[in-house]
Nanobody
Framework: QVQVVGGGTVQAGGSLRLSCAASGYTFSLYCMGWSRQAPGKERERVATIERSGATNYLDSVKGRFTISKDNAENTLYLEMHSLKPEDTAMYYC????????????WGQGTQVTVSS
């Protein structure tokens, strides 16, 4: 079972940490990430972390968001700082089991709302 938590409502400039936890999986084998979708907008991939630990970020979140993965705890994190109203979206934990570049939603999304 996959559990995604950590969303909420914060003022601009605030911080949130999202987590995606699952039991019965071997996180060290997967490429994982976070994507988001705001109402009326296309889904965009916010951050990914490869098996090696290498990370990639959407340009608009670089320097503000940090993705990390605790393989021992089977948990994926997204630390978000200096949040902006344009970060408001439903955030999804995504996984690419074969690291082919094709990510799929894992678990339910969590809403992040940033007020100005």
């Amino acid at each position: 079972q996959v559990q995604v938590v950590g969303g909420g409502t914060v003022q601009a400039g605030g911080s949130l940490r999202l987590s995606c936890a699952a039991s019965g999986y071997t996180f060290s084998l997967y490429c994982m990430g976070w994507s988001r979708q705001a109402p009326g907008k296309e889904r965009e991939r916010v951050a990914t972390i490869e098996r090696s630990g290498a990370t990639n970020y959407l340009d608009s979140v670089k320097g503000r968001f940090t993705i990390s993965k605790d393989n021992a705890e089977n948990t994926l994190y997204l630390e978000m700082h200096s949040l902006k109203p344009e970060d408001t979206a439903m955030y999804y934990c995504v996984v690419d089991g074969y690291c082919t570049g094709r990510y799929y939603d894992w678990g339910q999304g969590t809403q992040v709302t940033v007020s100005s």
